[in-house]
Structures are given as C-alpha cells and as structure tokens.
C-alpha cells in the first residue's frame, strides 16, 4: 500500500497565482480531509469528503478556497488567487467510517510570496 | 476556549524516564481520542486510541481517558531520544466517519 500520496511536496508561488493540491487517497478509504497546519493555528480541518460527497466545509477560509473530489481516487483543493497568509503545509488524510484514526499524506508545503 | 487544549512546552525528560503528555477537550460529546506522532517536517502518524474510560497499554505507550473530566493523557515508558517529537491529541465525535479536532502539540525531547 502506497499509503496517502499528495503532490506536489513544495510549492512556490507569486501573490495572486492559482494553486492546486492534489491528493490519492488509500484504496478502499471512504473519508477523505483536508487539513492546513501552521505554527499559530496548528491543525485546521478545511473540509472532508464522504464517498466522493462533501460533508462538512465549514473550515474552509473564504471563497478563494474550493475542493472537489470527482473520483475515490482523486482529490484537489484549489486557492484563486492566493495571498501571503495561505502559506502552511497542506496535508490530505483519509479512513474509512469504522476507522481509528487517519493516515496523513506527507503534505504540500505552500510559500505563497 | 480551545476545543482541544494542550500544554505547549517543551517537555524534557532524561533518557529512560517516564514521559507525560496531558490534553483537555472542551465537547462532551466525543466518543474517540487519538494520539499523533509528528516529526519536525513529517507528517502526523497514529500512535494510539482510546474509547473508553480507563488506561490501554501498547509497548511503552499508556493512554489513559477520563470522561468526567474531560482529560486524556499520554504515558512513554523508557524514554528513547527517538521519541522526541511533537505530540498530538486528537478528539472526535465518533469513528472515522467523524471529522476530528486536533490540539497544537506538545513538543518533547528527550535527552541521552
């Protein structure tokens, strides 16, 4: 098992650009979340999926963000445009409904400048 | 108030000792406590969980949940400098169908 796979691992960009996030989620996992960790606010959970379906975005921050997942594969999470204050690590993480925890992605690290 | 609350410190305990890890939870509602290992720069990885009140035991780790108070905490046994990490405790209304609140981390170092 190739466990959750995010890519890409690091991401620079200019003040204004679109940025997208991609994540795989474990095959057979149900659950997908978005998280952003930063040093001030620690781990944040933006929105999670459920079959495909999302369940709960209340976390995302503002319009500038969306998230679609168009397959159980496959997982995107998109800010246009982006500012200086998204730069966090962006980590993707999925289960499934009887599961005891998750499995993290190792994460996207997003400079926004 | 935090919904999930732990010290920050850092916590330093000598080589060998007994680490201890401690978090609040404001929502009386959660069913589920977790305990996350993250490295500097590395992911979150599950450690431990916990339903019920009362301690379970996994190797040199002890987790322990008391719902009246509404306090979970974490034992290391036998530290090693490899524990050295942040750790992360993580609550939840239910099973992974749930989503879950993660508090900011409690960093320890352990010292050989």
């Known amino acids: 098992d190739a466990g959750v796979i995010q890519s890409p691992r690091h991401e620079v960009t200019e003040m204004g650009q679109e940025v997208t996030l991609r994540c795989k989620p474990i095959s057979g996992h149900d659950y997908l979340f978005w998280y952003r960790q930063t040093m001030m606010r620690g781990l944040e959970l933006l929105i999670y999926?459920?079959?495909?379906?999302?369940?709960?975005d209340s976390g995302m921050p503002e319009d500038r963000f969306s998230a679609k997942m168009p397959n159980a594969s496959f997982s995107t999470l998109k800010i246009q445009p982006s500012e200086p204050r998204d730069s966090a690590v962006y980590f993707c993480a999925s289960t499934t409904f009887a599961g005891s925890g998750y499995t993290f992605g190792s994460g996207t690290r997003l400079t926004v400048v | 108030q935090k919904e999930v609350e732990q010290n920050s410190g850092p916590l330093s305990v000598p080589e060998g000792a007994i680490a201890s890890l401690n978090c609040t939870y404001s929502d009386r509602g959660s069913q589920s406590f977790f305990w996350y290992r993250q490295y500097s720069g590395k992911s979150p990885e599950l450690i431990m969980f916990i339903y019920s009140n009362g301690d379970k035991e996994d190797g040199r780790f002890t987790a322990q949940l008391n719902k009246a108070s509404q306090y979970v905490s974490l034992l290391i046994r036998d530290s090693q400098p490899s524990d050295s990490a942040t750790y992360l405790c993580?609550?939840?209304?239910?099973?992974?169908?749930?989503?879950?609140?993660f508090g900011a981390g409690t960093r320890l170092f352990v010292k050989a």
């Open positions: 999926f459920n079959n495909n379906v999302p369940i709960d």
């Open positions: 993580a609550v939840s209304r239910g099973t992974g169908g749930f989503k879950t609140i």
